[in-house]
């Protein structure tokens, strides 16, 4: 994806004074590309394990995982979640799958 | 408060190795680097049960001297010195540390220092306690206050 075309996506969505979706319901595999992108992140098939997982729980429980959940159930560890999502990654992952800022202590 | 980087940073200074002072530095630490922000942790006088392979798997909770033992009951302290008190309320708390998907303090302890977390004994309190690098979780290391200290420069210093 160019970076124009990226900016142009991210112009018609909505965010929070924090920088996540004002909308989770709104989130398209697009805008989480071009998200990932605005905060320098290139995406890997390892990074969608992580997103798409955070997405299912989403849909099924209203609310994103714990990190603590997300290095539990799938097979991406503490160490590699860190080094996918540089800067936190509680905070950077949420954003790129378009979820609320995580409240969770863990 | 920002380190080198542009980052802000916590040191955290842990000098209590009972159970539930054992669990508030890891879980600020753990917090600190969910959100992006460095921290080191350093480890003195009882603290360093924590981080001690023989001890960190087995902290106890004390009842006597400890006014606060809600939510789940309290024991008032001449109740607290009756053998089995500790054991129980240490049996408790751990319960409930596993019901907030809290992981046990080894555990907890490795998950922090995967997060990028430095982990550090106090030289002094190993000496006084005869312990040596190797009585210290793999990836721990030993340092003086000072240099600690130092280490902390331009961070937010934490003493629990």
């Known amino acids: 994806m160019t970076i124009e075309a990226t900016s142009n996506i991210l112009e018609t969505v909505q965010f929070d004074g924090d920088g996540y979706m004002a909308d989770p319901h709104a989130w398209t595999p697009e805008i989480g590309e071009a998200i990932a992108q605005s905060l320098n992140i290139e995406l890997t098939d390892r990074h969608w394990v992580v997103i798409n997982f955070a997405r299912q729980e989403f849909d099924a429980n209203g609310e994103a995982p714990t990190l603590r959940r997300i290095t539990k159930t799938t097979d991406v560890n503490t160490k590699e979640l860190y080094a996918l999502f540089p800067g936190g990654p509680a905070k950077t992952a949420a954003k790129i799958s378009g979820l609320e800022k995580p409240t969770g202590c863990i | ?160």
Not at chain 2, 24 to 43: E, H, K, Q, V, Y
Not at chain 2, 118 to 138: F, I, N, P, R, W
């Open chain 2, 1 to 160: 408060m920002e380190n080198g980087n542009g980052n802000r940073k916590l040191s955290i200074i842990s000098s209590k190795g009972s159970l539930d002072m054992a669990m508030p530095p890891l879980i600020l630490a753990n917090a600190a680097r969910m959100s992006g922000i460095d921290c080191d942790l350093f480890f003195t006088f009882w603290g360093l049960d924590i981080i001690t392979k023989k001890k960190m798997g087995g902290l106890n909770v004390s009842t006597v001297g400890n006014p606060n033992m809600h939510p789940w009951f309290h024991i008032p302290t001449i109740m607290g010195v009756i053998p089995g008190m500790s054991a129980a309320a240490t049996w408790m708390m751990n319960r409930e540390i596993e019901k907030l998907d809290f992981p046990p303090v080894p555990e907890f302890l490795e998950m922090v220092m995967d997060a990028g977390s430095c982990v550090y004994g106090c030289k002094m309190s190993m000496d006084m306690m005869k312990l040596t690098k190797d009585d210290l979780v793999e990836g721990a290391e030993v340092l003086g206050a000072m240099e600690f200290l130092e280490l902390s420069e331009n961070a937010q210093v934490l003493f629990v």
